[in-house]
């Protein structure tokens, strides 16, 4: 019986094989080519950047451009094969979401050489970077900055717009890792703070864990209690521990990546937002179009429509309009170059 | 200097203290009674998970953040039944049966995040949640520095607290702790003596499980308003160095699990002030550190219970 089955079962695999190279090259020509995305730990439904870039693929799907595919890591362990299989499976371009993937998928890039991989978040070294290999990452100081000047301005101006701001002219950050993406946010946003508002006490805490809403909450709790009256997460499922901090203690927090006002809409006062989705998108089309180059490190901006600061929906009302000008003044002058926004901590002569 | 230590310890770093401490004493008590009783349960981690997925579940369902409470513990004990049945009936090594549990929890909160809010990341917020029913003792919150911490708190953090002095009790006082011990000890002169190795296992497994989930509901429902995955982040792991750094005893694990939720506080509050002027990933490993050195001191004075982890059947003569 054993035997019988075992060549049954070897005859199937047989006509498998044979089966599908006979369809594929019809099949090719006319069909899109495939894109696929492997997301981070934190997986699809972090609301943020793996949303961010499979709304992009999704995106291009509808137009055409690629047919998309999506294979979700649930542990760091799970990045090489699913960078590795994707590439098996046909895909044209695969995208890595994550900073904390970056060594493994320049592995997976060697490996596959007739695969584009586009690394997000990530900046590669370019003596070293394959050449099917591009880094895409964000200015994220530029998002920073926007916010910083909005919480500058409302802890100290306008503090008495709003109960929930005081006078002790100190905001916060709450930071999941000390990663660079993580760092340019901060930069920025202690830049534009202290552009309008000299005097502001900038205070950060590190919570250690993009996961751990409880720690996120406590760190914040922290910040209020040393006078912070708006806190900026910057710090994935542990910044919604910063929004129950901010309902709870009736205090103003900032969103990150995307505009997180449905999480709490009395108490988010804007986001900071990083559009993963048109830069995925872009990508994508010139993939379509044959003009997509490796080996190189792309950065989008402000400039390229990746960044953004999302509208202060229900406190439109307490935000003058003297902060929506000055928000409105440095946009120009980043897109025109006029305004520099550092992008780290040592630009701004702080030790970390 | 005195300045800024006088800024550091504060009243409010002994609350951060009790609510960083309250999920890891309700993990690091299941670990107590269960190694006590004979169980190794690494499992606390996914049990916490899966309580803390259906609390915010039951709660938002229904509107009642205590029928959520109730949800979150029943959830914990549901799934560690299935933990003790693989432990105990089937004979499993606990370790490995354990980790399978860790492991399950994670996907299957995955999973029905997708049936029943058709989206992963984070559920929907509940319309209540148990920090609402904040309650002040009178008199015992008015004691200077602590009275606050431990007596002006919220309903699971009550419950943490009262689990610590129950389990005291029940050990140094009950049939069901002489029980567990023996169990735990001894398995065969339990069995001799007529009562059942593999019912007091369970019970002691699905008594954890409760407390389990009493502390994954305290993450969803009492401290936030809503599940985010791998929301435990590690706690039931900490309960376990908790438990053996207090000397598997209720107190001492408490103890532990406050020393633990105090030096996570002061590290997050010290960074805040910009006290010590040193790189953020020392304190970061500081946690961890200090349940290093507290194992490596503590424990030479303790001893884990003599059959933890060992199979047990009548027929094997008890091993």
Request: glycine content about 10%.
């Amino acid at each position: 019986m054993k035997r019988i089955l075992a060549i049954a079962l070897a005859a199937c695999l047989v006509a498998v094989s044979c089966s599908k190279p006979a369809e594929k090259p019809a099949e090719k020509a006319k069909e899109p080519p495939l894109v696929a995305m492997t997301t981070d730990a934190n997986g699809l439904g972090d609301g943020s950047f793996n949303d961010g870039v499979w709304a992009g693929l999704q995106k291009a799907e509808a137009d055409g451009l690629a047919k998309a595919k999506v294979l979700e890591s649930h542990a760091m362990t799970d990045y090489v094969p699913n960078l590795s299989g994707l590439a098996e499976d046909g895909a044209k371009l695969v995208f890595g979401v994550g900073f904390l993937m970056v060594e493994q998928i320049q592995e997976a890039a060697k490996a596959h050489p007739e695969t584009f991989y586009a690394g997000i978040d990530h900046t590669y070294f370019m003596d070293s970077i394959p050449a099917n290999l591009i880094g895409v990452s964000y200015k994220e100081q530029e998002a920073g900055y926007l916010a910083g000047i909005v919480a500058g301005q409302m802890t100290k101006e306008f503090a008495k717009n709003s109960p929930k701001l005081n006078d002790k002219n100190v905001i916060g950050a709450v930071l999941g890792m000390d990663i660079p993406p993580v760092e340019r946010y901060l930069a920025g946003y202690i830049a534009g703070a202290k552009s309008v508002n000299p005097g502001v006490d900038v205070r950060y805490i590190v919570a250690g864990s993009f996961g751990d809403r409880a720690k996120g909450k406590e760190a914040t709790i922290a910040l209020i209690d040393q006078g912070a009256d708006i806190v900026l997460q910057i710090a994935g499922l542990t910044g919604m521990g910063v929004i129950d901090a901010a309902r709870e203690r009736g205090i103003f927090a900032i969103g990150a990546d995307v505009d997180q006002n449905a999480a709490a809409p009395e108490f988010v006062l804007t986001s900071a937002l990083k559009g993963t989705t048109s830069s995925a998108y872009v990508t994508i089309k010139e993939l379509a179009a044959g003009t997509l180059k490796g080996g190189v490190n792309r950065v989008f901006g402000l400039a390229e429509g990746s960044i953004d600061l999302a509208p202060f929906h229900q406190h439109d009302a307490i935000v003058p309009q003297s902060v929506k000008d000055a928000v409105a003044k440095a946009k120009a002058g980043i897109v025109d170059g006029s305004v520099k926004v550092p992008s780290a901590l040592a630009d701004l002569g702080i030790k970390k | 200097m005195m300045e800024t230590l006088a800024a550091l310890f504060t009243p409010q770093l002994v609350e951060a203290t009790v609510r960083l401490a309250a999920p890891v004493i309700l993990a690091a008590m299941a670990a107590v009674v269960c190694e006590r009783s004979g169980v190794t349960n690494i499992a606390m981690e996914g049990i916490m998970l899966v309580g803390a997925f259906f609390a915010a579940l039951v709660a938002w369902y229904t509107g009642s953040p205590w029928l959520g409470l109730v949800g979150g513990a029943a959830a914990g004990a549901l799934y560690s039944l299935f933990f003790a049945w693989a432990a105990i009936s089937l004979h499993f090594n606990h370790v490995v049966a354990g980790a399978i549990m860790n492991i399950l929890a994670f996907g299957l909160t995955r999973y029905l995040m997708m049936v029943a809010y058709g989206r992963q990341g984070t559920s929907n917020a509940v319309a209540r949640t148990l920090h609402d029913y904040k309650t002040a003792i009178p008199v015992l919150s008015d004691i200077p520095f602590i009275g606050k911490a431990f007596f002006d708190q919220t309903p699971i953090v009550y419950l943490a607290l009262l689990s610590v002095v129950a389990w005291a009790w029940i050990f140094k006082r009950t049939r069901l702790g002489l029980s567990i011990e023996a169990s735990g000890e001894y398995p065969m002169a339990l069995e001799t003596m007529g009562r059942s190795v593999v019912k007091t296992r369970y019970t002691a497994v699905v008594l954890g499980g409760v407390m389990c989930g009493l502390a994954g509901a305290f993450l969803s429902i009492e401290n936030s308003n809503s599940f985010t995955e791998g929301m435990t982040d590690g706690r039931g792991f900490i309960a376990l160095a908790a438990n053996i750094a207090g000397g598997w005893r209720p107190v001492g694990v408490f103890l532990a699990s406050l020393f633990f939720g105090f030096v996570d506080a002061l590290q997050l509050r010290a960074q805040g002030l910009g006290v010590i002027d040193l790189p953020s990933e020392l304190f970061l490993v500081f946690p961890y550190v200090a349940t290093i050195a507290a194992v490596a001191g503590l424990v030479k004075r303790s001893r884990p219970p003599a059959a933890v982890g060992k199979d047990f059947s009548v027929e094997g003569g008890g091993d």
